[in-house]
């Protein structure tokens, strides 16, 4: 059973719109939440991430926004360039364990 | 500063031979990890090392795969003998516990 979904597979936007990627877990002790980016034949990339005890987090165009609530979180890329085309993934992890949770991913297509 | 190094890059076999994929961590990180992507699975983690200890093996599929970390700076993940289900790209990571993980390149490994 998945611990994490990303239950889009694919988003398209225009260039200079927003992109939302959306992600949802289903356990409630995890506390640590991360974003990876992936090109095609290369390994993800570290992207942005949030604990548990904060809501927001930013860093340039890319903000994360948790609500533990709704066990959901979700990364907004604003302005979205071509460059960002990319597959999103989602991951998660628990304070007593050291590995990550990951989602399916989402890939977003950035339209010029 | 050289990242997470994984070699081959690409592997083709037979179904029934031994296969070795190898990893060389990030200088000065504690913690590598073991993933396999598959398009049905997405992104799962198979083993993770601690100080060069295994810490969590539950996600090795059989007896089959077998993971070695001898020292800081080197990891072999073994299949022996390889099946063609075994065929997916696979990840060696290295960072921190509870931080966020690097990845390297991957290896494409196909299985006749």
């Known amino acids: 059973d998945q611990q994490v979904k990303q239950n889009s597979p694919s988003l398209s936007v225009q260039e200079g719109r927003i992109s939302i990627l959306n992600c949802d877990y289903t356990n409630s002790m995890f506390d640590y939440f991360l974003w990876y980016k992936k090109y095609p034949a290369e390994g993800p990339t570290f992207l942005i991430s949030i604990s548990s005890i904060k809501d927001k987090n930013e860093d340039g165009r890319f903000t994360v926004f948790l609500n533990k609530s709704a066990k959901h979180l979700s990364l907004h890329i604003v302005p979205s360039q071509p460059g960002d085309s990319a597959v999103y993934f989602c991951a998660a992890s628990e304070g007593s364990q050291g590995n990550l949770i990951f989602g399916k991913g989402t890939k977003l297509s950035v339209k010029p | 500063d050289a990242g997470v190094i994984q070699s081959p890059r690409h592997e083709v076999t037979e179904m029934g031979q031994e296969v070795t994929l190898r990893c060389k961590p990030i200088?000065?990180?504690?913690?590598l990890f073991w993933y396999r992507q598959t398009m049905m699975r997405g992104l799962e983690l198979l083993i993770y090392f601690n100080n060069n200890v295994p810490i969590d093996d539950s996600g090795m599929p059989e007896d089959r795969f077998s993971a070695k970390m001898p020292n800081a700076s080197f990891s072999t993940l073994k299949i022996q003998p390889s099946e063609p289900r075994d065929s997916a790209v696979y990840f060696c990571?290295?960072?921190?516990?509870?931080?966020?993980?690097?990845f390297g390149p991957g290896t494409r490994l196909t299985v006749l």
């Open positions: 200088s000065g990180h504690n913690s």
């Open positions: 990571a290295s960072g921190f516990i509870y931080n966020e993980q690097f």
